[in-house]
């Protein structure tokens, strides 16, 4: 199972990015899908997740502000970023449950990561 994320890049403070993550290979199923980020020194944080039927959540820091979404039929999970701010500066990694076969327990995958850079 791969995860391929796209879309960061260089914006300014107030800008907008849309960040794709897709996952391949052979599964049976997919569960929660989300995006984490890290800035430098920092832990990883958690931004959004959205579960199967697509319930989302957010981080306090971003609510109002970013949106997840996810496409079954392409096993793609979406994240829209609006009013972007410097502190958003980050690489964001995506990350998705995945039932490999109907008796295998749920495991996480994880995306490379791609550079989200905010500047003010």
């Known amino acids: 199972v791969q995860l391929q994320a796209s879309g960061g890049g260089l914006v300014q403070a107030g800008g907008s990015l849309r960040l794709s993550c897709a996952a391949s290979?052979?599964?049976?199923?997919?569960?929660?899908m989300g995006w984490y980020r890290q800035a430098p020194g920092k832990q990883r944080e958690l931004v959004a997740t959205t579960s199967s039927i697509g319930t989302p959540t957010y981080a306090d820091s971003v609510k109002g502000r970013f949106t997840i979404w996810r496409d079954n039929a392409v096993n793609t999970v979406y994240l829209q970023m609006n009013s972007l701010e410097p502190e958003d500066t980050a690489v964001y990694y995506c990350?998705?449950?995945?039932?490999?076969?109907?008796?295998?327990?749920?495991?996480?995958?994880w995306g490379q990561g791609t550079q989200v850079t905010v500047s003010s």
């Open positions: 990350s998705a449950g995945v039932k490999r076969t109907l008796t295998t327990r749920l495991y996480p995958y």
């Open positions: 290979g052979s599964f049976f199923m997919i569960g929660d």
